[in-house]
């Protein structure tokens, strides 16, 4: 049983008996990860407040073999994102990056990427001069892009010729945007403006995304992406409707 160290997000607690907690976290070394924290219910228990809800701690556990839950022996808080308090927006959007990441990602699948993207979306939502849209934006299109799933933006993802702005569409099951010789064949296909797509783009490859939207381009941004995820998913993600569009 060898013990491991990691860094990582608390996504979800739940309690499992008088005194212990089970806990769900998202681990830069591990990807996710469910552990047993005993005594963990305890008000001073050796984990503090360590398993708050989004708190970023550096944790030890030990590996039990499959079909048993890892056991949590330390947890030392790094950072709380206090600012998520302040500003519902940031906060729905922290929340519901946090069940994109301990819904939709396996066990022991590591992605540092994809963890790194959460700590600095966590950091930013909320802070002052950043703008939530984009910022969530920026993270889906991480977490698409690691997981397998990142739309294709620049060629039609049906025949993969090259696409400019006019009369484009895109496809959830298609995976990205769709030129118009192949649109009348993808039923799912949502028409997509010019506008958006500069967005999508630009989101896809920086992380410069701190710029506000046009109302018009965030709220077909967010339809698109809530579309794309929720076919990926196989159902609707709970927060979606918090997110506003
Ligand atoms: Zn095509």
Same mark, same amino acid.
């Given at each position: ?5 990691? !860094? ?28 047993? $924290? ?74 540092? !990427? ?42 039609? $993802? ?17 995976? *990205? ?66 997110? *506003?569009?």
């Amino acid at each position: 049983m060898p013990a491991e160290k990691a !860094r990582a997000l608390v996504l979800r607690t739940t309690d499992w008996s008088e005194s212990s907690r089970i806990a769900t976290m998202w681990t830069r070394e591990f990807g996710r990860v469910r552990v047993l $924290a005993k005594g963990g219910r305890r008000l001073k228990s050796a984990f503090e407040n360590a398993l708050d809800l989004l708190t970023l701690c550096d944790i030890v556990l030990l590996r039990k073999s499959s079909g048993s839950l890892d056991l949590l022996t330390e947890a030392r808080v790094v950072r709380r994102f206090q600012r998520l308090r302040d500003d519902l927006s940031a906060l729905y959007s922290a929340y519901y990056v946090a069940e994109l990441l301990a819904d939709w990602t396996e066990d022991y699948d590591p992605h540092p !990427r994809v963890f790194d993207e959460a700590v600095q979306t966590l950091t930013a939502l909320g802070a002052p001069g950043v703008a939530v849209w984009p910022r969530l934006a920026r993270f889906e299109l991480v977490l698409l892009r690691e997981l397998g799933h990142g739309p294709a933006l620049d060629v039609c $993802a049906v025949c993969a010729t090259p696409v400019n702005q006019a009369g484009l569409a895109f496809s959830a099951s298609a995976g *990205g945007v769709v030129c118009p010789s192949c649109q009348p064949r993808q039923r799912d296909r949502r028409p997509l403006s010019p506008a958006c797509w500069h967005a999508l783009r630009n989101l896809a490859e920086s992380n410069e995304a701190t710029r506000q939207l046009d109302p018009a381009v965030h709220s077909e941004l967010r339809q698109l992406l809530g579309q794309y995820i929720t076919y990926l998913m196989g159902r609707k993600p709970r927060l979606l409707p918090y997110l *506003g569009s």
